[in-house]
């Protein structure tokens, strides 16, 4: 398996321009993770899913950011209008369901998107 | 308010001493730690984990230890090789009321080994 994909690796935009990044979780995986990484607050998680459907996004910082997952491949997230402040490494991570809710599995992350806003 | 602190952003340790990384967490509520090692250019990846009904989790060269009374998890790996510098993520999850899947990180840790 090729692992969760994220595309871009790398983002320059100006500030106000809309940014989406991309994700494909590894096949099979029901859950479905958007974290975020910066030096002063390390990883936080911004949203995740199951089985395609969002089941907590109040890590998403304002309702600038949007995310959706159409179908188990794939997930977006969305910023209009980037801020330099959303500047950050962004991840996506994968994993699966096991025995529910109680149950811990292992999440899979992608290389990340550098973003960068000007 | 970061409920899961690593209090140091970087750690040198000598090639086949002991590294400890150190993770203190705020929340009582949590139950299930873990820690994850990221390299440059990559995604974090899980390293070993730890249920708040142990104190203590080995595997290889990698140990977890929990003390809750004080609310303070540590990794120690030994010995160190050059192949673990990379930045260590200390999580945690409150999995009876959150579930296990959220996770809650701290800032990393940045260990190199010097040979």
């Known amino acids: 398996d090729a692992g969760v994909i994220q595309s871009p690796r790398h983002e320059v935009t100006e500030m106000g321009q809309e940014v989406t990044l991309r994700c494909k979780p590894i096949s099979g995986h029901d859950y479905l993770f958007w974290y975020r990484q910066t030096m002063m607050r390390g990883l936080e998680l911004l949203i995740y899913f199951n089985n395609n459907v969002p089941i907590d996004d109040s890590g998403m910082p304002e309702d600038r950011f949007s995310a959706k997952m159409p179908n188990a491949s794939f997930s977006t997230l969305k910023i209009q209008p980037s801020e330099p402040r959303d500047s950050a490494v962004y991840f996506c991570?994968?994993?699966?369901?096991?025995?529910?809710?109680?149950?811990?599995?292992?999440?899979?992350f992608g290389p990340g998107t550098r973003l960068t806003v000007l | 308010d970061q409920q899961v602190k690593q209090n140091s952003p970087s750690l040198s340790v000598q090639e086949g001493r002991i590294s400890i990384l150190n993770c203190d967490y705020t929340n009582s509520m949590f139950d299930y730690f873990l820690w994850y090692k990221k390299y440059p250019a990559e995604g974090p990846t899980f390293l070993i984990s730890?249920?708040?009904?142990?104190d203590k989790n080995e595997d290889g060269r990698f140990t977890v230890f929990l003390n809750k009374s004080a609310k303070h998890l540590s990794l120690h790996i030994v010995p160190s090789q050059p192949g673990d510098s990379a930045v260590y993520f200390c999580?945690?999850?409150?999995?009876?009321?959150?579930?296990?899947?959220?996770?809650?990180f701290g800032q990393g840790t940045r260990l190199t080994i010097n040979p």
């Open positions: 730890i249920s708040s009904i142990k």
């Open positions: 999580a945690a999850s409150a999995v009876r009321i959150q579930g296990a899947q959220k996770l809650v």
């Open positions: 991570a994968s994993s699966l369901g096991g025995s529910g809710r109680s149950s811990y599995n292992e999440q899979f």
